[in-house]
């Protein structure tokens, strides 16, 4: 069982950063694929990022591309998207998840992702 927690969420103005982590709690030591998506209100739950359990192979919605990087520290049981150049249409309720049945692709539907954390919220403001 894989426990996931997110971090990082706050308010901030347009052009701004912000650090989301992840951390996750495993006695099993399974590998896993993490992935980041998010939710505006009244809007369905959208992909932003994943990486693989190596951190070898990543992927990124377009619309944030250039502007987030996700990253993992596999010492630390943390994956990290940082947000920067944020736009207003960037706030939502940001998820992280865990795929631990294929740790080594990289997916972009929530439907394979077997865990997922509380959700931290992202407001940015023009």
């Known amino acids: 069982q894989v426990q996931l927690v997110e971090t990082g969420g706050g308010l901030v103005q347009a052009g701004g950063s912000l650090r989301l982590s992840c951390a996750a709690t495993d006695r099993t030591g399974s590998a896993y694929a993490g992935g980041w998506f998010r939710q505006a209100p009244g809007k369905e739950r959208e992909f932003v990022s994943a990486?693989?359990?190596?951190?070898?192979?990543?992927s990124y919605a377009d619309s944030v591309k250039g502007r987030f990087t996700i990253s993992r520290d596999n010492a630390k049981n943390t994956v990290y998207l940082q947000m920067n150049s944020l736009k207003p249409e960037d706030t939502a309720v940001y998820y992280c998840?865990?795929?631990?049945?294929?740790?080594?692709?990289?997916?972009?539907?929530?439907?394979?992702?077997?865990?997922w954390g509380q959700g931290t919220q992202v407001t940015v403001s023009s």
């Open positions: 998840a865990a795929n631990s049945r294929f740790p080594d692709i990289v997916v972009r539907t929530g439907g394979e992702y077997n865990y």
């Open positions: 990486i693989s359990w190596s951190g070898g192979s990543t």
